[in-house]
């Protein structure tokens, strides 16, 4: 019986695997131990799985502190009435705010002006209008890709004076926006 036990024990050890490293000092272990010569290769190991939770996209992760600046909405059954005016209102860090793919039909009214990104692409806005980007003297970049948009008012734009990007592709415009020569960042 005592046979058997052991030999079920020393079965587990040979079928384990080869060492993979885990930690971030596991290189400090010399080839030389393993037996490695510099013209010998060790087989190639798969691919590891994280050993932690990785950081959100947009953030920066020391430690335990999460810091982000990513307001992510979208694909949510959201229509503009559900968005009241001041709904974003002392959020006076957030940067990035992306409601896409909902049912908005205007863009929301009183965004933070530390916002640098705003994605509404995927919606049912049929307007940009001056009152619309009021007061986003931050924002770089501005996505209204996949919308109804057939009209972008003079004066719009100048609300924007750092735009970098501007995306309106997939809409129903007929003519190109008015002001965009005066955006000496746009790329």
Not at 101 to 129: A, M, W, Y
Request: glycine share 8%; with cysteine.
């Amino acid at each position: 019986m005592k046979a058997t036990i052991i030999f079920l024990l020393l079965a587990q050890v040979s079928w384990a695997g080869p060492f993979q490293q885990r930690g971030l000092f596991d290189f400090m272990l010399e080839d030389e131990a393993s037996g490695i010569g510099p013209e010998e290769h060790a087989p190639e190991l798969p691919e590891l799985e994280p050993l932690g939770p990785v950081c959100p996209f947009r953030c920066q992760c020391h430690l335990r502190v999460v810091q982000c600046s990513d307001l992510e909405l979208g694909t949510n059954p959201l229509k503009s009435s559900g968005i009241e005016n001041g709904a974003f209102q002392g959020m006076k860090k957030l940067s990035y705010i992306r409601i896409a793919d909902t049912n908005i039909t205007s863009i929301p009214q009183g965004l933070p002006p530390s916002l640098t990104e705003l994605h509404l692409d995927g919606n049912k806005i049929s307007r940009v209008d001056s009152a619309s980007l009021k007061g986003l003297n931050n924002l770089a970049k501005l996505g209204l890709s996949f919308n109804s948009i057939s009209a972008v008012d003079n004066g719009s734009l100048a609300n924007t004076p750092h735009l970098r990007e501007l995306h309106l592709d997939n809409n129903k415009l007929t003519k190109v926006p008015g002001g965009l020569a005066e955006h000496k960042y746009i790329q």
